[in-house]
């Protein structure tokens, strides 16, 4: 849309060059236009995937037509044309209307400077897409665990599926027509009219195709872990040559994957989603020639020097001449009572986006002060009546970035009870009550709830590394100078005479990166850089050990 005739003439023909074999290209000149426009696309059911919107038009602003026509298509991506002076424009957008991207005119060589641009938010658009319905169909309670770990499995994979519940979607009625009789839910009904009841997530991997079986024996770098460490060490090693194979338990993102929105990552300043991020990296990952095998869980790693040897549940043994340790951490358990009982059925730890259209016009309760759990409280916004963030500290000052605590500030159906802490969770087959205790006042308030995330703490993935890589007292890995006692002594198992490079751990070639690392800053930008940075000290110890 743009009232100047050459601008909107050039930009068509630019559009329908690159385009016009996949997409319709529509113009306007003006916003009267451009809305007769969309409610023709809307009655014949048709979806736009992008505005492209010149901000100075005479009858509305861009910012102002986008408002409304977001607020009709509001998975289309959004995209402003600025001039130079207008950059304040672009910033009032991002924050009002969630813009994707602005562009300066000229846009000359669209090649360089436009098709770039809109080449990657198209196809976020059509990852996120969802036509007419004949995919996966996952049938079963709106709040159990077993349904839960399918929706997160599909969710956490990017693997697209429509959920129906049993209690209120008649056309449930089909799926569980189609299964045995003594099926247990939730069932999962593909394509081809297979039925498989109450899944794990090893059978939906087969089902889906996923790979989880290494393609050699012997590799010059594994990766136990897929989360932004993991992912970015994938990209670097296979881009530089090395033989590598990445190895997750459950699904590529890692905690980091499952947010909703990040928005501090460079490059990025409308921010991304942890799903965008994952996908990215893993394309990205996979197509320099990374192997990426889940869910697939390794139980032990032992040393043969110079290989190491790893160990997958089913037994099988995978030989590498170097580790990099990118296992993540989890969220800490609620310690309260009724917490163990209602997990998955009320209480979830993370998943912020699988849940999300459960949660429409519900009340929920996000317990934590850190960036994950303010992300979360955004996101929830949107579908929930109502949040309230649940924070045992005085303010979320110390613990939350400032542009998190500026945007739950303006938004009204948010609330923060701080000096908060949640005492026991009540309820029959789903959560129902939590209780609160109020550290201010003492008192104990009981309030209902359906739905509650938390995001405090974390625990690292590292059990199984006991008695062969050393950790600290909460079982984060040491690496690098943490390794080395105030004597100057080596650990007892190093075998080498250097002392040990940044990021190795006790176990020579052995190395760690991001949030499973000792005092690692837990952000994900941090994480990425370690999982590159390992990559550089990994060809240090191939060429000098």
Request: hydrophobic fraction near 40%; aromatic fraction near 8%; charge should be negative.
């Amino acid at each position: 849309m743009d009232d100047d005739p050459q601008v909107l003439r050039a930009v068509r023909r630019d559009l329908r060059s690159a385009y016009g074999d996949r997409y319709r290209v529509l113009g306007a000149s003006s916003a009267a236009d451009a809305f007769k426009i969309l409610d023709s696309l809307d009655e014949r059911g048709h979806d736009p995937a992008l505005f492209l919107v010149d901000q100075r038009m005479p009858d509305v602003t861009g910012v102002e037509f986008l408002l409304e026509a977001v607020s009709r298509f509001p998975d289309a991506r959004r995209v402003l044309l600025t001039a130079y002076a207008e950059t304040d424009a672009a910033i009032t957008a991002i924050n009002r209307v969630r813009l994707d991207y602005y562009l300066l005119k000229p846009w000359d060589p669209p090649h360089e400077r436009l098709f770039p641009v809109l080449d990657d938010l198209l196809s976020d658009w059509l990852a996120t897409y969802r036509p007419a319905y004949d995919g996966i169909i996952v049938a079963g309670h709106l709040v159990s665990p077993g349904t839960h770990a399918v929706r997160d499995f599909f969710t956490r994979n990017g693997q697209p599926f429509r959920f129906l519940n049993v209690e209120r979607d008649p056309e449930a009625l089909t799926v569980l027509a189609a299964a045995d009789p003594d099926a247990a839910l939730p069932l999962v009904r593909f394509p081809d009219g297979t039925v498989l009841s109450a899944p794990t997530d090893t059978q939906l991997a087969q089902r889906l195709g996923l790979a989880t079986t290494a393609s050699r024996p012997h590799y010059e770098c594994v990766i136990v872990g897929a989360g932004p460490a993991g992912l970015a060490a994938g990209v670097y090693s296979a881009s530089e040559g090395l033989s590598t194979l990445m190895l997750d338990s459950r699904a590529p993102g890692g905690q980091a994957g499952t947010s909703s929105l990040i928005e501090n990552y460079l490059g990025f300043p409308s921010g991304l989603s942890g799903g965008d991020l994952t996908r990215r990296a893993t394309i990205q990952a996979s197509r320099f020639g990374a192997e990426i095998l889940h869910p697939v869980e390794v139980v032990s790693l032992t040393r043969d020097d110079p290989a190491k040897i790893l160990t997958l549940a089913d037994g099988t043994e995978i030989s590498a001449e170097t580790v990099l340790l990118a296992t993540g951490v989890s969220y800490n358990r609620l310690q309260a009572p009724g917490a163990d009982r209602f997990e998955g059925a009320g209480l979830y730890y993370g998943a912020a986006t699988t849940e999300s259209s459960a949660c429409i016009s519900q009340h929920v309760f996000i317990v934590g002060g850190a960036n994950s759990a303010g992300q979360a409280a955004v996101h929830f916004a949107k579908y929930a009546a109502r949040v309230t963030i649940l924070v045992r500290a005085a303010s979320l000052d110390a613990s939350m970035s400032r542009y998190l605590i500026d945007e739950i500030a303006r938004t009204p159906n948010i609330e923060v009870k701080v000096r908060t802490t949640v005492v026991s969770l009540d309820g029959d087959e789903h959560l129902e009550r939590l209780t609160l205790h109020d550290a201010d006042t003492g008192a104990d308030n009981e309030v209902p709830a359906r739905f509650m995330f938390t995001f405090i703490g974390a625990r690292p993935h590292t059990d199984w590394l006991a008695g062969i890589v050393e950790r600290d007292e909460y079982g984060f890995v040491l690496t690098g100078s943490d390794l080395i006692s105030n004597g100057g002594e080596l650990p007892a198992e190093w075998s080498l005479e250097r002392a040990p490079y940044p990021l190795e751990t006790s176990v020579p070639g052995v190395f760690a990166a991001g949030d499973v690392r000792a005092h690692s800053v837990k952000r994900v930008a941090s994480g990425v850089g370690e999982g590159a940075m390992a990559v550089s000290l990994i060809h240090r110890y191939r060429s000098m050990g």
